[in-house]
């Protein structure tokens, strides 16, 4: 056998080391999960995704020497197989299948399978096994992009019963996800429950991506720009309205002509820029006129009117009072307030 090898290396002209520093033998990337390949099996893991709850029962990386056998078994969860190294074969149901690096499979609830390693050759497997359970009318979404997520969780899991039967390429790098995830609890970051539960749905969607096609996809709703970028401009107006403001100003904040901004406050808020601005103003002023004793310059002042004589006859016109008078008028009711609370 020590013959053969020297007889190897004699007609090559290569030694071992020079084949590793020519690249022909490939680092394995999951060579750090081997050190410990059951870590992420002790978290107790579970999380919401949409209208599930997704138990993380294992998630490890397996190691099989030559001729091992796992015999015929069956689980009620999903187990989601990939083959990052070596090669074997696949049993599912009555239908046998080979196996080699890059490839993975899944046995769905109660798929009865067999696997085994290559005679000759070991083979590793990254084992994801999920109990996936409908969380019921519980799981209503509630907003914020609840609708959303839930219904690409309700895609991806339909999408897993679709699967077909039989190995495939991973494709879309699923099994990246494993790393991600041991990567994470090594290092135990900010946000480590969070960065695990992504790992997770990354290493789902990415699988669920061999059935990939946009027939009856949940797609992300578009904005009604226009309604957009009216309420983007009266929240910048709303932040910025003790400053001084123009509609140039304001246009070129949200990204749009002075033009189409100024159609927009007639389209979306029946109304003119200048009017909105002087409305959101004096809006705020009454609210300090009543809340504070601070002297009326001193409020007009702080809410953009640079001029404090410029803020008496445009608070006339809109109230019909002056804005000492509007202060007498409701001093009491504020009071009379103040005081139930």
């Known amino acids: 056998m020590q013959a053969d090898h020297r007889d190897h290396r004699e007609s090559t002209g290569k030694k071992p080391a020079d084949r590793k520093a020519t690249g022909s033998a490939s680092p394995f990337p999951y060579a750090r999960m081997a050190e410990r390949q059951d870590a992420l099996d002790r978290l107790e893991l579970q999380f919401r995704w949409g209208g599930y709850g997704i138990r993380v029962l294992r998630c490890h990386l397996a190691s099989f020497p030559p001729g091992h056998i796992i015999n015929f078994h069956k689980h009620s969860e999903y187990e989601f197989h990939y083959i990052p190294k070596g090669k074997g074969k696949v049993i599912l149901v009555d239908q046998a299948y080979d196996l080699h690096e890059g490839m993975f499979y899944l046995t769905g609830p109660d798929l009865v399978h067999y696997q085994e390693s290559d ?7 990254l084992c994801l096994h999920l109990d996936i359970v409908p969380l019921g009318a519980d799981a209503e979404p509630s907003g914020w992009g609840d609708e959303l997520e839930a219904a690409e969780a309700s895609d991806c899991i339909a999408a ?17 996800g494993f790393l991600e995830a041991y990567r994470v609890l090594e290092e135990q970051p900010i946000g480590f429950y969070t960065l695990l539960k992504q790992a997770i749905v990354q290493i789902m969607l990415r699988t669920v991506r061999v059935l990939d096609g946009a027939d009856g996809r949940t797609g992300i709703p578009e904005r009604d720009m226009s309604f957009h970028r009216y309420r983007m401009a009266t929240q910048y107006i709303q932040d910025n309205e003790s400053m001084p403001l123009s509609l140039e100003q304001v246009a070129e904040a949200i990204g ?12 979306e808020g029946r109304t003119t820029f200048r009017d909105y601005l002087e409305h959101t103003r004096l809006t705020a002023i009454c609210s300090d006129l009543l ?14 009117y640079a001029n404090p004589n410029y803020l008496y006859p445009v608070f006339k016109s809109k109230y019909e009072v002056t804005p000492s008078a509007y202060r007498k008028m409701h001093a009491g009711e504020h009071a009379a307030a103040s005081h139930s609370k």
Do not use: C
């Open 119 to 125: 005679p000759e050759d070991p083979m590793y497997e």
């Open 160 to 176: 897993l019963e679709r699967i077909p039967l039989g190995p495939a390429v991973d494709r879309f790098h699923a099994m990246n």
């Open 256 to 267: 749009i002509s002075s033009r189409q901004l100024q159609r927009i406050f007639r389209s």
């Open 291 to 304: 809340l504070t004793d601070k002297a009326i310059e001193e409020i007009a002042i702080s809410h953009g």
